[in-house]
T-cell receptor, first 114, second 114 residues
Framework: SQTIHQWPATLVQPVGSPLSLECTVE??????LYWYRQAAGRGLQLLFY??????ISSEVPQNLSASRPQDRQFILSSKKLLLSDSGFYLC?????????????FGSGTRLTVV | AQSVTQLGSHVSVSEGALVLLRCNYS??????LFWYVQYPNQGLQLLLK??????LVKGINGFEAEFKKSETSFHLTKPSAHMSDAAEYFC????????????FGTGTRLLVSP
């Protein structure tokens, strides 16, 4: 069966520090991968998606970047964190092909920038 | 572009009462619709999905949703609320632009009182 792992679960970082959040998927190949951010009271915002190794698309301009160095690995990064980067970050995957697969989400990372 | 609107950011019910969470969609093509549940500090879990096979969709934990094209609605219901149902619920519509992208509503927090 497919599983998705996301870490760390919580992170407190000072303003201006770098960030690296990692997400890996097991039990499937060539998944579509997604990073969402959930800010308090603002629902889910799609940040990045990837349909293959090295293929990254950004939905909104921001202080973050994403990379996909391996088929089932998706990394969210920042060189210098801002206070506004605080939030709950969720990684998700879906199967390629039909749109009715839905997403499977990771357990999320709570990022607090201080 | 597809979108969903969730009416009511908070819904309060008593234990044992009917749960009704509202979702209306906007889509130029037959939609794929989803309901997800999120417990505090966790990722999103798929409750159910509509993929045009049947208008009444049954999901996990006793939830179901009915697709009504004439009303462009996909409301989530449960006959009898349980304390463990307290969570945030998200409606989503699938947008297919060569890959699957889920567009989420802003969420409804369900509060269950004893």
């Amino acid at each position: 069966s497919q599983t998705i792992h996301q870490w760390p679960a919580t992170l407190v970082q000072p303003v201006g520090s770098p960030l690296s959040l990692e997400c890996t998927v097991e039990g499937t190949s060539n998944p579509n991968l997604y990073w969402y951010r959930q800010a308090a009271g603002r629902g889910l915002q799609l940040l990045f998606y990837s349909v293959g190794i090295g293929q990254i698309s950004s939905e909104v301009p921001q202080n973050l970047s994403a990379s996909r160095p391996q088929d089932r690995q998706f990394i969210l990064s920042s060189k210098k964190l801002l206070l506004s980067d605080s939030g709950f970050y969720l990684c998700a995957w879906s199967g390629e092909g039909s749109p009715n697969y839905g997403y499977t989400f990771g357990s999320g990372t709570r990022l607090t920038v201080v | 572009a597809q979108s969903v609107t969730q009416l009511g950011s908070h819904v309060s019910v008593s234990e044992g009462a009917l749960v009704l969470l509202r979702c209306n969609y906007s889509s130029s093509v037959p939609p794929y619709l989803f309901w997800y549940v999120q417990y505090p500090n966790q990722g999103l879990q798929l409750l159910l999905k509509y993929t045009s096979a049947a208008t009444l969709v049954k999901g996990i934990n006793g939830f179901e949703a009915e697709f009504k094209k004439s009303e462009t609605s996909f409301h989530l219901t449960k006959p009898s609320a349980h304390m463990s149902d307290a969570a945030e619920y998200f409606c989503a519509v699938s947008e297919w632009t060569g890959f699957q992208k889920l567009v989420f509503g802003t969420g409804t927090r369900l509060l269950v009182s004893p």
